[in-house]
């Protein structure tokens, strides 16, 4: 089945940076990568995905890219600010319909 | 409105008992799934169902019995619980099976065996 690792397990950034997070996927037949964001005492929420036949998708301060070749896709996210805090999940689904979830990036915004 | 609604959002019971978490959604979807969130905040899907037919059962103990009396609904029923069943389980929706569907969660259930 599909395995999706994800890096960093946690990430702490200052208001105003960047932070990046990383994913790699195994299964190549994958076609579709969503992020998901999940706030404390919450379920997890859909911030932004993409698609396999699209490298890049931004929507205003994240942006996730799609490497197909190399099997790995990445959520930025500009500007920080504290309520970015929380936990991001990426995901990757194959025709099979079945979504695997990475293990989980917990980002701090410090103020 | 809450589009994907679970009850209770809180359970403390012991080891041994018999416990149903209750799932339903106003989406109008076709697919609903059971996902367990252990401690290190692992997402892991159990259960996933397509206008009240079976079409995921990732290897579960068989203690664990969804059941789906119309595709709104699918309740989660456990029977036995043991210490390792603690965790945060969440239901959620699709629009159908088809990738690319987004998946909307509920609030999860916490459930503690103690």
């Known amino acids: 089945g599909e395995n999706v690792e994800q890096h960093p397990s946690t990430l702490s950034v200052q208001e105003g940076d960047s932070a990046v997070i990383k994913c790699t996927y195994s299964?190549?037949?994958?076609?579709?990568f969503p992020w998901y964001k999940q706030e404390l005492g919450k379920g997890p929420q859909l911030i932004i995905d993409i698609r396999s036949n699209v490298g890049e998708k931004k929507d205003q301060r994240i942006a996730v890219t799609l490497n197909k070749t190399a099997k790995h896709f990445s959520l930025h996210i500009t500007e920080t600010q504290p309520e970015d805090s929380a936990v991001y999940f990426c995901?990757?689904?194959?025709?099979?319909?079945?979504?695997?979830f990475g293990a989980g990036t917990t980002v701090t915004v410090r103020a | 409105d809450t589009a994907v609604s679970q009850t209770p959002k809180y359970l403390v019971t012991q080891m041994g008992n018999d416990k149903s978490i209750k799932c339903e959604q106003n989406l109008g979807h076709d697919t609903m799934y059971w996902y367990k969130q252990d401690s290190k905040k692992f997402l892991k899907i159990m259960f996933s169902y397509n206008n009240k037919e079976l079409i995921i059962n990732e290897t579960v103990p068989n203690r664990f019995s969804p059941k789906s009396p119309d595709k709104a609904h699918l309740n989660l029923h456990i029977n036995s619980l043991e210490l390792g069943d603690s965790a945060v389980y969440f239901c959620?929706?699709?629009?159908?099976?088809?990738?690319?569907?987004?998946?909307?969660f509920g609030e999860g259930s916490w459930l503690t065996v103690v």
């Open positions: 959620a929706s699709s629009l159908s099976q088809g990738t690319g569907n987004t998946i909307y």
């Open positions: 995901a990757a689904s194959t025709p099979h319909y079945k979504l695997s």
């Open positions: 299964d190549s037949a994958s076609n579709y």
